[in-house]
């Protein structure tokens, strides 16, 4: 079964535009969340997290939006850069003893073209 | 960047063969994570350590073995090689925080 859904394997968009990368996920203890960027031949590296007591966390041109209710979190890039393009993997956790775990979803690779 | 390598980065091995990959951080992280990555799974974590001498399983760790004897160090044993594992891995270390650092990873094909 699995808890942290990324639907949409690719996307693809132009260069200053707006990328939108969607996970869902069905573990409702599930209280922190946190997007990975991954280069081809590297190690995933993070990106922005959000806590469940908020429902937006802003870092440069890096926006993640929560919605609790909806069992969904957003990352918003603007504008996108062609060196944005990557994998992008959503990982959750919840604080109940939890060790720090993560369960992270299947990725999206984000293309941007120049 | 957290100080985490792996070795080796590349291996090839036989059927049935035993095989360990080490991983090795320098920021005196608590936690330290063992993941598999493969096409269409995303990141699966396979082990996990909490502490010196403190594993856990994770949710794929059939056929696989961890110890940790040092802060430091972290390895990850298959002790008989199967084609299923063949995959890359990944290393990951944190402190008492969400966020893990990852190492380079280790592609591991299994002939």
Redesign the interface.
């Known amino acids: 079964d699995q808890q942290v859904k ?1 639907n949409s394997p690719s996307l693809s968009v132009q260069e200053g535009r707006i990328s939108i990368l969607n996970c869902d996920y069905t573990n409702s203890m599930f209280d ?1 969340f ?1 997007w ?1 960027k991954k280069y081809p ?6 990106l922005i ?1 959000i806590s469940s007591i908020k429902d937006k966390n802003e870092d440069g041109r890096f926006t993640v939006f929560l919605n609790k209710s909806a069992k969904h979190l957003s990352l918003h890039i603007v504008p996108s850069q062609p060196g944005d393009s990557a994998v992008y ?1 959503c ?1 959750a ?1 919840w604080s109940g003893g939890s ?9 999206t690779l984000l293309t941007v073209n120049p | 960047d957290a100080g985490i390598t792996q070795s080796p980065r590349h291996k090839v091995t036989e059927t049935g063969t035993p095989v360990t990959l080490r991983c090795h951080q320098t920021e005196n992280h608590r936690y330290m994570y063992w993941y598999r990555q493969d096409p269409g799974h995303g990141l699966r974590l396979i082990h996990y350590s909490y502490g010196v001498k403190d594993t856990d399983k994770g949710e794929v760790s059939d056929g696989y073995s961890v110890s940790r004897s040092k802060t430091e160090d972290f390895l990850l044993t298959l002790e008989s090689a199967t084609s299923s594992q063949t995959s890359v891995y990944f290393c990951a270390s944190g402190s008492s925080s969400y966020e893990q650092y990852f190492g380079p990873g280790t592609r591991l094909t299994v002939t």
């Open positions: 990324q922190y946190l990975y031949a590297e190690g995933p590296t993070f997290s993997f990982a956790s060790n720090y775990k993560l369960t992270f979803g299947k990725g």
